[in-house]
């Protein structure tokens, strides 16, 4: 509820979170003497198999040799990330006597990295702290260097983990799991392949879209949402088409970084909701869940807040030279042709989700906490409605 404004200002109080961080080419060069500089010893690098061939990550390692930090690493994550590979982290965290984490990757083993800080620093399971504000002590000194163009974990306050006996992601949203800093290089997304490219950059879009239009938006989130939309509008079609063009995948990792400061800050929606739930069940790829729902769900909630989802429009349409047209069906134009131009056509049916299981998705959907910042509140049969829209 608005408590007042002066000249167009919004006066509602907001707070913005957000981690030291370093933006450009080389930050991540910086892991070692950032790791030194928490007073780490014995830094847990926390990352996935096929990430450490890359001649980048030789060099962090390198870079911690060089600052006489002695390393160990914990590898063994997957995609969307599991509570017990959480559980197994912690006890490799604490058997090598490690002192602070290094995440290098993309939502995945970052999300892993700062469960295994805060489960190691309070001695509880990784599913006691799903919701908003249960962690009750920060884990140990947390350095990231993400590896993609979306997930932005390195500036977030959530962490995403898989409940694989309720097969549904549940989202830890908690100050304690703001990283200390986050060195972010554009140069190491050069390696992702086109559908990485496209999906976490759909996801980053998700998360500005959502941050928008979220309930607890305010002048410096919108600032950051806005900027981010007009960033993915213009960079993540020259990225997808060319992963070595530096230039397009700076503006995609600016992208993500903006998009993460902003989301992390007035939370999300529906689209993540539904995505959370969906992604734990199927196990699909993140990006891949928003960038299905993401037009469905603005249709559904544009009368709630459609000056917020032209402006929307208006940034995106522009950067990638689509102008919208007038009204709702505007807007949604401008979501759907920006996802032909990228090939993401999938429909849920296609991708082995079953009509039968709607009712427990939506569910489950309804219970996630960014559905609180959703502009409509939705019932269960309108999120059963929003699924059966994208088979
Ligand atoms: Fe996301």
Excluded at 216 to 240: K, Q
Aim: with cysteine; charged share 20%.
């Amino acid at each position: 509820m608005t408590t007042g404004a002066m000249a167009g200002v919004m006066l509602d109080m907001r707070k913005f979170v957000a981690p030291e961080f370093v933006f450009g080419l080389g930050a991540s060069r910086l892991a070692g003497q950032y790791c030194r500089n928490l007073g780490a010893r014995r830094p847990l690098v926390v990352t996935m198999p096929d990430l450490m061939e890359h001649g980048w990550f030789r060099d962090i390692l390198a870079g911690l040799d060089e600052h006489g930090l002695r390393h160990a690493v914990f590898h063994d994550v997957s995609e969307n990330p599991r509570d017990h590979e959480v559980a197994r982290g912690a006890e490799f965290y604490a058997a090598q006597g490690c002192d602070a984490i290094l995440a290098v990757g993309g939502g995945s083993p970052m999300d892993c990295a700062k469960a295994i800080g805060i489960v190691h620093a309070n001695g509880q399971d990784v599913l006691e702290f799903a919701g908003v504000d249960m962690v009750a002590r920060p884990g140990p000194p947390l350095v990231c260097v993400p590896t993609t163009a979306g997930s932005s974990a390195d500036v977030s306050q959530f962490a995403i983990i898989n409940d694989t006996a309720r097969r549904v992601k549940v989202a830890i949203v908690s100050k304690t799991v703001v990283a200390d800093a986050a060195l972010v290089d554009p140069a190491v997304t050069l390696t992702k392949d086109r559908e990485l490219t496209v999906n976490t950059g759909l996801d980053a879009l998700t998360h500005a879209v959502e941050a928008y239009v979220s309930n607890a938006n305010g002048p410096v989130t919108d600032l950051f949402a806005l900027e981010a939309v007009r960033l993915v509008g213009e960079h993540l079609v020259p990225a997808a088409q060319d992963g070595q063009n530096l230039d397009a995948r700076a503006g995609m990792m600016l992208a993500s970084m903006y998009a993460g400061l902003a989301f992390s800050n007035a939370i999300l929606g529906a689209v993540h909701s539904m995505a959370h739930s969906l992604g734990g069940y199927s196990d699909l790829p993140h990006g891949m869940c928003n960038a299905i729902l993401l037009d469905l769900v603005a249709a559904f909630n544009y009368d709630a807040a459609p000056e917020r989802y032209r402006a929307v429009a208006s940034a995106l349409g522009r950067a990638s030279g689509a102008e919208p047209g007038p009204g709702r069906e505007g807007v949604l134009e401008v979501l759907r042709a920006f996802k032909r131009r990228l090939g993401v056509d999938k429909r849920l049916g296609e991708l082995g989700v079953r009509r039968e299981d709607l009712p427990r998705l939506a569910e489950l959907a309804l219970q996630d906490p960014c559905m609180v910042t959703n502009p409509r509140k939705p019932t269960r049969e309108d999120i059963e409605a929003l699924y059966a829209q994208a088979f």
